[in-house]
């Protein structure tokens, strides 16, 4: 055998290993969902501290806090929280590194290499921080931001191999009623880690709202 013949199924079978062992971990099972870019709902960022900078090793759910009304603009109260955060908070970009609007939709927040901002009291260092538009102490979630919440931190979980007890709702980390008793119901019932696990071993996972809790909200968010 020539030295470039054997050079060459080396090389081959390097490869094969290394793809080989990819397949093995699962990569590549979890598809990156489709994200409305900062520069298509039309951010104004300042510019954030490089101390600022973190390695994502957890990832929190909350939700808006605020009740959705039918007729919003979803594009317009990322636009309008990213003001209001730069106003009156010093924050340079929006708190959280995505928002889930009541149709699924999902918008680039902040980005996902620096810390979020807070509110209450804890180390948001570390945290990546999912949103999703709408008050579920007041009004129920959607499926579609259901199925959105689900895809979105099975990728984010395979792409920064976070493991599953590291994702929690805002209530996990501080003293608050956020991610709201609608959405919290699923992290309480494991149903929300089931569906977010069979996404990331590629099964077809059915995401299935509960029925109303006894005592919670009835009515669902408008989708628009
Ligand atoms: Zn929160």
Redesign the pocket.
Known sequence: MRIEDLMRLICMLVLVGVCGGAWADGAGVVAKPAIVSAEEWGSKPEAIPAERKHVPKYI????A?VVYKAGTDPAKSVRDLQAYGQKEKHWPDLPYHFLIAPDGRIFAGRPVEYEPE???TYKTRGHI?V?LMGNFEEQRPSREQLESVVKLVAWLATEYKIEMKDVG???DR?E?Q??GKDFYRYFQDGQLMGWIKGTMEGKAVRVEPGPALAGGPVEEIPRK
């Open positions: 929190t759910i909350h939700h806090g807070t509110n209450t921080g949103e709702g805002h209530k501080a608050t956020c991610p």
